[in-house]
């Protein structure tokens, strides 16, 4: 067969930038087929309505992630901590109440330590659960609401654990994977407090697109087609045959595939991936949330609130002050509840707290009823991780996966992205070097 390329890889998010960096730095050809106008996928720092340059998908970070962190100190990037929070706001039926934001954390404490206890003996090697042990598939089957009815909570417990659920899936806890629960947390020494903190505290400088960039830089060896959407992979004894929507036929030794989960089924792939995977696929995993920008009226204090997964929007955060006004970022469960571009849709959800917020502006992207996307962060459903985890371990095709959907370490972050596409370039290199 005459390849067009050594490695066509579908998607250019973080997973395939990385893989495509890896693998043209020692010589191998390589080509990215990205459907969207840019690099990035589901991470995306832009300008918006708002006044000043954010991101839209893709922000938060830590030292605990080794790989975003190895990339980070390669750089030199600046990182930079969203801001202290002074008072909480919380809702338990119906009513608000108020105090600091360690008080609501305190108030955590006690429930999701217990809801999580088992997580480090479960999970003593978080990078290394596969194959799964009896006692991993058997609770892979609860989700993070029937762990939630286990425990013996008074309503406030209750309202406020599933809620911060609700928050960390993006999505229903009932269709929540408990076993993507106790992989965050083992990967947090077990706790959650260090946990939460790795989920919502230090970003980048100069917004998340500052990697991105750094990381294409030395990728430029790498052919970028953007606008391309793939239809179709076919699989030979040869190699592969990427077929695209424009009618190109893309053919190469390898293929490397880091679409979201929930649109893996938009790919006929011939012969079809095994392990359950395009089954897990057709049902989709947790996510399906959304993640708005608002720009509020005067300086409203650096704040946070929470509401249960019932709410449309679940939780806010303050992030940064704007000529005499406030930016803060709201987060719900449910896409397709609201109208992100509507201010006063908006503002009449976050008045369920403070009745005297007024919004100004807002500005998101909905990442759930995005074709390209499918899914906010990629979070697992419960029966989901054996299937998955076999599919992105399968080095016998010369089609792979790679994607934060598909890590073995930090799923649902920008951490798992570059973890997987580094092994997955690095398993491709080591077949090319035996090949020769």
């Known amino acids: 067969m005459q390849y067009d390329t050594d490695v066509i890889i579908v998607g250019g998010g973080f997973a395939g930038i990385t893989a495509a960096r890896e693998l043209v730095q ?14 990035g996928g589901r991470t995306w720092t832009r300008e918006t309505s708002l006044g000043r340059e954010l991101d839209m998908g893709g922000t938060w970070v830590h030292w605990i992630q080794p790989h975003v962190w190895a990339e980070i100190s390669r750089y030199g990037l600046d990182l930079i901590a969203s801001p202290e929070l002074d008072t909480a706001y919380w809702r338990v039926d119906g009513e608000v109440r108020t105090g600091t934001a360690d008080r609501m954390l305190d108030l955590l404490d006690a429930s999701m330590t217990e809801m999580l206890a088992d997580a480090r003996r479960v999970l003593p090697q978080p990078y290394d659960f596969f194959p799964l042990s009896e006692e991993i598939k058997a609770l892979d089957q609860v989700s993070v609401a029937e762990k939630i009815a286990e425990l013996d909570l008074d309503p406030q417990q209750r309202a406020l654990l599933d809620g911060m659920w609700a928050l960390n899936f993006s999505g229903d806890p009932a269709r929540s994977g408990h076993t993507q629960a106790l992989r965050w947390c083992a990967l947090s020494r077990g706790d959650w407090k260090l946990m939460f903190e790795a989920c919502a505290t230090y970003k980048f400088a100069r917004g998340t697109r500052s990697l991105l ?21 076919d699989e030979t004894a040869d190699g592969v045959a990427v077929t695209c929507s424009d009618g190109t ?13 929930n649109i893996l089924d938009t790919i006929a792939v011939t012969p079809g991936l ?34 249960d997964s019932d709410a449309v929007l679940n939780f806010v955060q303050y992030e940064y002050p704007l000529d005499g006004d406030s930016l803060i970022v709201a987060f719900g469960p449910r896409s397709g509840l609201i109208d992100l571009n509507d201010p006063r849709a908006v503002e009449a959800e976050l008045r369920k707290w403070r009745p005297d917020l007024e919004v100004v502006a807002v500005d998101a992207h909905d990442w759930t009823a995005d074709p390209l996307s499918g899914e906010t ?7 989901q991780l054996d ?9 016998t095709r010369r089609i792979r996966l790679a994607g934060s959907d598909y890590a073995r370490g930090w799923a649902g972050f920008i951490d798992g992205a570059i973890e997987s596409g580094l092994q997955t370039a690095r398993q491709i290199m080591t077949e090319f070097e035996s090949e020769n």
């Open 249 to 261: 036929i893309l053919h190469g030794r390898r293929v490397i595939v880091t679409v979201p989960l």
């Open 213 to 233: 960039d750094a990381i294409a830089a030395d990728a430029t060896a790498a052919d970028i087609r953007l606008n391309t959407l793939v239809t179709g992979i």
């Open 387 to 395: 299937a998955v985890s076999h599919a992105a371990r399968d080095t």
């Open 26 to 39: 020692r010589g191998i050809r390589t080509t990215i087929v990205e459907a969207r106008d840019r690099l």
């Open 274 to 307: 095994g392990h359950g995977v395009t089954a897990v696929a057709e049902e989709g995993q947790a996510s399906s949330g959304v993640k708005v920008w608002v720009r509020v009226k005067g300086d409203v204090g650096r704040f946070a609130a929470l509401a």
């Open 377 to 383: 962060w990629p979070m697992l459903a419960p029966h």
